[in-house]
Nanobody, 116 residues
Framework: VQLQASGGGLVQAGGSLRLSCAAS????????MAWYRQGPGKQRELVAS???????EYADAVKGRFTISRGSAKNTVYLQMNNLKPEDTGVYLC???????????WGQGTLVTVSS
């Protein structure tokens, strides 16, 4: 499975961005997808996840501002980010996983920079 993330960029505080992550390869092995982020000097943290039955989870810091969703083909995941804050700055990484321990896949990341 290969993951290709896109959509990052520079935005002012209060603005919006939409990230996309497209999966290719053996996508039938994917059961859930998620977005993580790593800010400057910070540890990687889970931002949002969505499973095969569309159950979503969000980090407290982004609840009410970010929305994770899957495309109609189920091999693409989106992260709509509204009311962005400078503390949302970081590299956003797409993750997908399946039932087996080896089914853990990561994309290359896309940089989001929010200016104050």
């Amino acid at each position: 499975v290969q993951l290709q993330a896109s959509g990052g960029g520079l935005v002012q505080a209060g603005g919006s961005l939409r990230l996309s992550c497209a999966a290719s390869g053996s996508t039938d092995r994917i059961k859930a997808m998620a977005w993580y982020r790593q800010g400057p000097g910070k540890q990687r943290e889970l931002v949002a996840s969505i499973n095969s039955v569309e159950i979503t989870e969000y980090a407290d810091a982004v609840k009410g501002r970010f929305t994770i969703s899957r495309g109609s083909a189920k091999n693409t995941v989106y992260l709509q980010m509204n009311n962005l804050k400078p503390e949302d700055t970081g590299v956003y990484l797409c993750n997908a996983w399946g039932l087996k321990i080896d089914d853990d896949y990561w994309g290359q990341g896309t940089l989001v920079t929010v200016s104050s």
